[in-house]
């Protein structure tokens, strides 16, 4: 038989972007740190015996991969930010079309009661000038 052990501390939160905790955890290397290493290196390697060609073509292909990685994350943030912007606009647009067309029902609302009230007034103002000339001529 298996025995289960106490498992509280196993499931995690689920972790957010923290722009604070990106700065504590400057543990990676970036384009400047990168360059310096390798730069360091090279001018310290051992005349005798060089980098050799596969050591020397891996770490620049790293820089380029990191160099590359790097852009699409700033081509994604311009992205993300161009979308909110649109996203902004979209919503703002939603909002006056909404706008302009709930005063246009109300306005074609306001007419349509004058115009209904113009009718029933004229039918009434119709029906008493026919009781009105009935009656005028029943008396003759």
Known sequence: M???TNTDGVIKQPRY?????????SNDLDKDAFLKLLTTQLSNQDPLN?????????????FSSLE?????????VATKTTLAEHLTKMNNNVVKSHTFMSETLDSI?????????AL??????????????DGAEGQE
Not at 50 to 62: G, N, Y
């Open 2 to 4: 298996s025995n289960v």
């Open 17 to 25: 972007y923290d722009p604070e905790e990106k700065d504590k955890k």
């Open 50 to 62: 060089p980098m050799e060609d596969r050591e020397f073509i891996a770490q620049m292909a790293q």
């Open 68 to 76: 590359q990685m790097q852009n699409m994350n700033d081509n994604l």
């Open 109 to 117: 609302n306001t007419q349509l009661s004058k115009i209904t009230n």
């Open 120 to 133: 029933q007034v004229g039918e009434a103002d119709a029906e008493e000038q026919d009781n009105g000339v």
